[in-house]
């Protein structure tokens, strides 16, 4: 199996924070309203945080972006991936919501509730037309997944965001970055898999059965900071819900134009090894 991970299994009490880079309906992000002209810039407006989003236009050496990209690594969550025989004696369902809080002593009322009922609704949620989505509460389960979709004799690699050099006054903060390099990651199918809020690590994962692609970019902030970023371009909106934070931010409605987004580091995506690759 190919897609196998050998992880560790600690289980966390404490919130895996969210990426804020979810396609489809987006229930786990507040949405700010945006009259942007989307030709001409991907300004986010108050939320720092939603500075992730842009067209394919934009992706080119020599502009300059304003990007967040949050002060967590990949490292933080996958190694407390729990083992297939940890998360099956767990409930994970809505309908199992009361008796997760109690397992885990929080209150009714507190933002851990809340956020542990929202990942459970979006884990829940039916996927829309041509994709399959998968909530990994296991090393083994995310595995499976992910074989489920490229075949179990394709050969598969995850690959994320990672920071070459991070500035002291960072911070996670968003800054303006230039565009130094583009590689198109060869990728005639891809899984996108992303850190959700709960009581231990659980990725939400999903393939879109479109027109997608892939990228490295290598990227220099103003504040000094070194960014080998992944950004994955949706040629293909129509399918997405109304409200998805994307269109807010960049002032487009779903089907008007393809829509990119950069990953954050604790977020990754499954690429097929091609044999140019290997």
């Not at 297939?84 to 002593?105: G, M, N």
């Not at 996108?192 to 690590?201: G, R």
Request: contains cysteine; aromatic residues 10%; hydrophobic residues 35%.
């Amino acid at each position: 199996m190919y897609a196998k991970l050998a992880l560790s299994t600690l289980l966390l009490h404490l919130l895996i924070p969210l990426g804020s880079c979810e396609e489809g309906d987006n229930h786990m992000h507040h949405v700010h309203s945006s009259h942007l002209h989307h030709h001409h810039t991907t300004d986010p407006g108050p939320d720092p945080s939603l500075s992730i989003f842009f067209f394919p236009e934009n992706l080119n050496v020599g502009n300059t972006m304003k990007i967040y990209f949050p002060n967590r690594q990949l490292s933080d969550s996958l190694p407390h991936l729990l083992s297939k025989q940890e998360a099956d004696a767990i409930p994970f369902s809505s309908q199992k919501l009361p008796q997760i809080l109690r397992l885990f002593s929080f209150s009714a009322g507190s933002p851990q509730a809340a956020a542990i009922a929202a990942t459970l609704e979006e884990c829940d949620r039916r996927p829309i037309r041509g994709e399959q989505k998968f909530c990994a509460t296991s090393s083994q389960s995310l595995s499976e997944f992910v074989e489920t979709i490229f075949g179990p004799d394709t050969p598969t690699e995850a690959v994320s965001t990672y920071h070459l050099k991070r500035s002291e006054s960072d911070g996670g903060a968003a800054q303006n970055y230039g565009i130094v390099g583009i590689w198109q990651i060869p990728s005639p199918k891809l899984v996108s898999c992303h850190t959700m809020p709960y009581a231990y690590t659980v990725f939400y994962c999903h393939y879109h059965d479109s027109d997608n692609r892939v990228y490295r970019v290598s990227l220099a902030g103003e504040n000094g900071d070194a960014v080998e970023a992944i950004a994955v371009c949706h040629m293909d909106t129509s399918q997405w819900g109304p409200t998805h934070v994307a269109f807010a931010v960049l002032g487009v409605e779903p089907g008007s134009t393809p829509v990119c987004h950069f990953f954050p580091a604790d977020n990754f995506v499954w690429v097929p090894i091609m044999s140019e690759q290997i």
